[in-house]
């Protein structure tokens, strides 16, 4: 079944190594949390170049092809600090999942299934859908129809997830394992940072008792008690593809954040609030930046919701933190493209780890991590495919 198109479990094990020998050296910039940004000096903790190198090179430069020119430069410096930006990216793309070796091509699963077959005409939907859901419905629905009749699978025989949100992604893996009526899955994830982590060391997940965990499942990977860091699992959502065409991240919202980090440290930083404020980890002041007029209003209106005293502060000084770190907007805004070229690498480990999961069941017959949508149009864009014998 599926010959052509089939990845062996040893071949996920080593890539799946691979990338957590990469990640041991590179998650340190994926988990940092753009909160912090500026109360912790982050810039000048990482990097070693002005930020406008990191930016001219990640954004404006073309692509190298993966394997080529390699000069066995270091990305870091001696104080561990980046200071090849050109190193830098081309050992990302290397461990980024296209460039792995282990995803089967959707046109080889076509071809595998269909032959020279003509295809089925299947439900357009543009009519009635966005161009993004449109385009997800379309592909997803011709594949699900395609392992259907290939493997001769019934109505309500198989399970299916467009864009499962945090652990129902692997929870739909887990039911379709222990579902003796589900004879196929395809699945297709979504929101990573909301996955539960078995071997996070953080407060957060000691609070939260429960299982079967979200990450990681497979065997292999859960002996090696890997974890991420929900920043860098938030890091893996960041739509690669997206920004290098120049739809670019949220800088100002994210900026207005991390300035307002630096005003709730300095002037409440010995106080009660701020003290509790850390405890429960309450970093969230919401989509209040779509809702302010201003640096001052935004300020304002956060530090009421996060229920602390802005009576001290004037709106002249509040505007002074704005114009004080405005000129280093550059430095955030550089960071994140570092964070951005690392997330395919993330986004792939995880997603090897549900491969790897189904390929150490012994009842499944063949199983593949395919590419079905644009990443343009929809940069959550791989489905984790299994079929039982």
Known sequence: MFSATDVGLELVKSKI???TEFLDVYLKIANVHTVDFYTEDVWNEFVALPPEAVTSHLLHQQEGSPGADRTGASVWD?????SDVAAYRRVTQDHALPNLGVCTPL??????MWGDKQKDMFLKTSTFMSSKKSHEVEVMSEVIACIAKYCNIQQDSMMVGLHTCGDLASDTLRIFMAKPELKA???VGCCYHLLSEEFELSDDSKDCCHGPWGFPMSQYLRSSVWHCGRNARMSACLPLERVTVGNGLPSESLFYRAVLQV??????GNGKTYTTLQRTNSKHVGKIYSKSSSFVDYTRKSVEKLGM???KMSDSLIQGYY????????????????KVALAPCIEGLILLDRLCYLKEQENVAWSALVQLFDPLKSPRCYAVIGVKK
Do not use: W
């Open 323 to 338: 114009d004080r770190y405005m000129p280093r907007m550059k430095e955030l805004e550089a960071f994140n493209l570092l």
């Open 107 to 112: 046109d080889d699963l076509r071809q595998e």
């Open 78 to 82: 001696q104080t561990q600090k980046l």
């Open 309 to 311: 005293d802005g009576s």
């Open 263 to 268: 005003i709730i440290k300095e002037h409440y």
């Open 185 to 187: 899955v395809c699945s």
């Open 17 to 19: 190594k691979t990338l």
